[in-house]
């Protein structure tokens, strides 16, 4: 136990005090639960005893124990006591600050004992922060009192700053540490360098990039035998993807079972280091929590059950456990018995366009996902009628929808028809050689459905690679594919999701047989010489310089020699940009007001404790689907919970499109930022309204609100960025 006396209050927790600290000893380890035993065994006299290291914080905890003998007696019990300080400091600093804020830094000093203490505070900032006043400052606090302190800071760099407050006064003491993010609005980039395949010597030159930030550059070489490598962009942008709806969580773990071998050699700190297991298992337990008792599952947890994201959600599980991960089979035939069920009462026919061509194609993977699982013995399996009748009407259906029926009929054993699809796709794309891609005639109008020329061309190239791997066009699909990608990856999560399946099955596919050894040079200067094995598991090497290296050694070129051995390579560039503040607008506004929360009038200020009502107003010339706001949060502001989600349960209306409002379907509140989700913006102005309270002093930063169309980020806007004051 770090304090040496612990004296109980005499009303049991609610206060208390602790003399004997340690001299100089720096409080820094804070925990909301100090301990947890799942399963603690009591001795004869049914007593149980345990140790283990108390946290620093000074507050009161509360001891809670369940308890059961091996018949059927239960019982339960708690007890609360505190831990203080006779002289303590208490730091009320916000969650994070930005480059850029001026902190009105406050430490709360508490008096506990019974006479009066002239103390002396003070103050060390080190890292991306410093102190711009007095680093030290006497108060007098009164008996069982408490007296703030404030020490001038500002945010100079990003990273972390480490505030040490320490208080000495009437032979007492306390010293406590906290670490605060200082966060800077970024935007990375990536150009190419070169990429291909090399059987001897290739060179590429080297284009310098400028105005990026210090240290946020470097040069990135990767070489397989395989060409595996060439998705790895494509992999880290599902691992950071910074939304998780079911369709987004699903994206990010599908890939990570298929191209285990790409994830384990990326840089990423989510999935490096042997954490790729934990990071698959938490999506899985993350896709199981948007499913409903009755089976379906809603894009956002708690969200009404809808039938294409029961489709996804399941068929994002039976590809895990098709790998051998753990998932219940209850849930999987639980959701299977519940998708069909959802198909046989869904209406077929609207004679609504482009929008009844998407709800086709969606009930074509809805029958894909119940024909695959029925293969596993789970579900009743894709109804026989059903298939039929969309064989029947396949020309009415988009491409994309063409090939998941295909893949449907497959599994459900009528592989002929599924050929038969197949060969119809074939013969709508364009003859010849060469790179091809498949488009659909209205993908504008299906976008609501996530559809892209590179999904659709994923998604065909994979039904070719599972139903008629040797097509002549399966080559053409993986070249026109790779053609899409920009700054190495695809547009957005169902484009990578996709196109990263298909790809690594190929690639798995056609691997290399042989060892090559290769030289990597840049500037003159060798980087890399060795031999990149092949023959006995494809391996990934990388090569990492930063820009600082690149210059020292001469601006280039890029050379990659091989000894023969056909070598898949990619160089690439990555930089880090401060972010412009001004406003944008590709399609969409943002505006943001502060306004008093009980008037409604704006504010030029904010007072210290006050509540402000933040109002954004996102604008479009016409109706966007699946749209993402953001807006960021100034350091001095906290976000107000002022509604508690509903899990409802009531099923989706299908026929979104007529919609006349905007509807918000999922908020989440961040430190740093609040979150908005709709599936369907629509044309005109909508707005949103939340509450923040002023909680420190200073000028602080705010970036720009933000709003982007998911699955077309291109069609985005971003409002102007400030600053916000906050007085006392």
Not at 197 to 223: F, N, Q, Y
Not at 313 to 335: N, Y
Not at 471 to 488: F, K, M, S, W
Not at 581 to 605: F, H, M, N, Q, S
Request: charged content about 25%; hydrophobic content about 40%.
């Amino acid at each position: 136990f770090p304090y040496t006396t612990l004296f109980r209050s005499p009303d049991e927790g609610e206060g208390g005090d602790v003399g004997g600290e340690e001299a100089g000893r720096v409080r820094n380890r804070f925990m909301a639960t100090a301990y947890w035993n799942p399963a603690l065994v009591t001795g004869a006299d049914g007593t149980a005893k345990v140790t283990f290291t108390a946290p620093d914080n000074l507050t009161a905890f509360r001891v809670m124990a369940v308890a059961a003998d091996t018949g059927e007696r239960f019982g339960s019990g708690e007890k609360r006591f505190a831990i203080n300080k006779p002289l303590q400091a208490m730091p009320a600093l916000p969650r994070f600050l930005t480059i850029g804020d001026a902190l009105a830094a406050k430490v709360m000093i508490h008096n506990n004992t019974k006479d009066p203490v002239k103390a002396t505070v003070t103050a060390l900032v080190e890292g991306a922060a410093k102190l711009t006043g007095e680093p030290s400052q006497p108060v007098d606090v009164p008996a069982g009192g408490a007296k703030p302190v404030i020490f001038a800071v500002s945010a100079d760099a990003d990273g972390f700053a480490d505030f040490t407050f320490k208080v000495t006064g009437s032979g007492m003491n306390d010293a406590v540490k906290n670490r605060l993010p200082v966060l800077r609005a970024t935007t990375t980039e990536t150009s190419l360098v070169g990429e291909g395949t090399a059987k001897g010597r290739v060179e590429h030159a080297i284009a310098m990039p400028t105005k990026i930030l210090p240290g946020k550059g470097d040069l990135e070489v990767v070489l397989d035998p395989t060409g595996l490598s060439r998705l790895d962009e494509g992999l880290a942008y599902l691992v950071r993807y910074p939304y998780g709806c079911l369709e987004q969580t699903t994206s990010k773990v599908v890939p990570m079972l298929a191209v285990s071998e790409l994830a384990n050699s990326l840089d990423l700190p989510e999935v490096n280091q042997g954490k790729l297991k934990k990071f698959v298992n938490a999506g899985i337990a993350k896709i199981l929590k948007h499913q409903h008792d009755n089976g379906g599952f809603g894009l956002w947890i708690g969200a009404p059950v809808e039938q294409h994201y029961t489709a996804f959600g399941l068929w994002g599980l039976a590809v895990a456990k098709a790998t051998g991960q753990p998932v219940d089979d209850a849930a999987l035939e639980s959701g299977a018995r519940w998708l069909s069920q959802s198909l046989a009462q869904d209406p077929q026919d609207s004679n609504t366009g482009a929008h009844d061509m998407g709800a086709a194609a969606s009930r074509a993977f809805a029958l894909y996902v119940l024909a695959d699982l029925h293969a596993r013995n789970i579900g009743p399996g894709a109804d026989a009628a059903m298939l039929a009748k969309l064989m029947d009407r396949r020309q009415t259906l988009p491409r994309y929808g063409r090939a998941f029926l295909a893949r449907a009929l497959f599994h459900a054993g009528k592989r002929e028809d599924a050929r038969n699809v197949l060969d119809e796709l074939a013969a709508e794309t364009k003859s010849g050689q060469g790179p091809l891609t498949v488009s659909e005639t209205d993908e504008a109008d299906l976008w609501w459905y996530w559809s892209s020329t590179p999904r659709t061309t994923a998604i065909v190239l994979g039904a070719f690679l599972e139903i008629a791997p040797s097509h002549p066009i399966v080559d053409r699909l993986a070249e026109g594919l790779l053609a899409t990608r920009q700054g190495g990856r695809w547009e957005n999560t169902q484009e990578n999701l996709y196109s990263l399946l298909a790809l690594a099955e190929l690639s798995r596919a056609r691997a290399a047989a042989a060892d090559a050894k290769v030289t990597v040079t840049v500037g003159g200067k060798t980087q890399f010489s060795g031999t990149l094995k092949g023959s006995q598991g494809s391996e990934i090497r990388r090569i990492r310089l930063p820009m600082g290296t690149i210059d020292s050694v001469g601006k280039g070129p890029f050379v990659l020699e091989t000894d023969g051995t056909p070598v898949f390579y990619t160089a690439r560039i990555h930089v880090t940009r401060a972010l412009d503040p001004a406003a944008t607008d590709a399609g969409i506004t943002v505006k943001r007001d502060y306004l008093d929360a009980e008037t409604g009038k704006p504010i030029a200020e904010a007072k210290l404790g006050q509540v402000v009502k933040v109002r954004l107003t996102i604008a479009t010339p016409e109706s966007r689907a699946h749209v993402a706001v953001v807006d960021h949060l100034p350091a001095g502001f906290e976000p107000v919970l002022d509604r508690f989600q509903q899990r409802p349960d009531e099923e989706v209306e299908h026929w979104w499109w007529m919609r006349s409002t905007t509807e918000w379907q999922n908020r989440e509140l961040r430190d740093d930022r609040i979150e908005l989700f709709t599936d369907l913006l629509v044309k005109g102005e909508s707005q949103h309204e939340y509450l923040a309270r002023a909680m420190s002093e200073g000028t602080f930063q705010n970036g720009g609100a933000t709003a982007e169309m998911m699955y077309r980020p291109t069609i985005h806007g971003r409002g102007q960025a400030g600053h916000v004051v906050v007085t006392h």
